[in-house]
């Protein structure tokens, strides 16, 4: 995921949402212990603040330096940088070694992992028995049928294959761990995500999609004037905040009695 987001980094802090707080509360609710948490993949720690509100510690890391420096500060967060040429072994040591997580989250961002990688230093790092594992996202809006089908239609030729797992609302995901109720591999738990924000911030928001920005290192405009048409026509007051929602989809997990 380095680069992708690398030049939109502080539009991406300050426009990508927040996640609903109850998930938090309900992933804390199946975890023994509550002393550390890994955010992979954090960005600018969306996720890494609400997690610091049920653990001791959150060890937040990312591959992308840009986005860190943007990363919103906290005295339970504690941001690591951690390049794509970080071994398997060092990654564990970062973050306090073999059976040392009582929860590790991915939000919006395991569909870019070496999976195959995060999830060996998932199985070595968790807890055992009760460490969890919970990989979420949001990927389509519930409402709004033809602008959604538009900016669907627009960026398709421009969505990275690593999205092909977001696109199918983490349905062909592979997700190797034990279920505890909430999804298992091939089907995810199905949520509803609000986001609330003026036409203008939803606008600055579609900029920082990886199909927007790989379209405009392309020379293509991916909001063209129809689609931007059919936003105000959908938005009503320009001025005005209105509620969005998505559809988001989690599964939740512990390592397998094999790890």
């Known amino acids: 995921m380095a680069g992708v987001y690398d030049k939109n980094a502080e539009q991406y802090a300050l426009r990508r949402p927040r996640y609903p707080k109850e998930w938090f509360s309900i992933l804390a609710s199946l975890t023994a212990e509550h ?3 890994w955010d992979a993949g954090t960005g600018s720690g969306q996720a890494a603040l ?6 001791d510690q959150v060890i937040a890391t990312d591959i992308s330096a840009a986005q860190l420096e ?14 794509i040429s970080t071994s398997e072994d060092e990654l564990v040591s970062k973050l306090g070694g073999d059976n040392s997580i009582d929860l590790i989250i991915s939000a919006t961002a ?7 990688f995060f999830y060996s230093v998932a199985n070595r790092v968790l807890k055992k028995p009760h460490g969890i594992i ?3 996202t949001y990927y389509r809006m519930r409402d709004w049928n033809n602008l959604a089908k538009m900016l669907r239609e627009a960026m398709l030729p421009y969505v990275d294959p690593r999205l092909n797992h977001l696109l199918e609302g983490y349905r062909t995901l592979p997700f190797p761990f034990e279920s505890v109720g909430y999804g298992s591999e091939g089907s995810p738990i199905e949520l509803d995500m609000e986001i609330e924000m003026t036409l203008d911030e939803f606008m600055e928001l579609l900029k920082t999609r990886s199909a927007t920005i790989k379209a405009k290192e392309q020379g293509v405009e991916l909001i063209t004037d129809e689609i931007l048409e059919e936003m105000k026509r959908e938005w009503g007051d320009n001025t005005g905040r209105r509620k969005l929602y998505y559809r988001a989809c989690m599964l ?4 397998k009695s094999i790890y």
């Open 110 to 116: 395991v569909h870019w992992f070496d999976l195959p």
């Open 50 to 55: 609400s997690v610091a509100e049920h653990y």
């Open 35 to 37: 002393k550390v948490a």
């Open 134 to 136: 919970a990989v979420w």
């Open 252 to 255: 939740v997990g512990k390592s």
């Open 70 to 83: 943007h990363a919103v500060k906290h005295p339970k967060v504690q941001y690591i940088h951690t390049p």
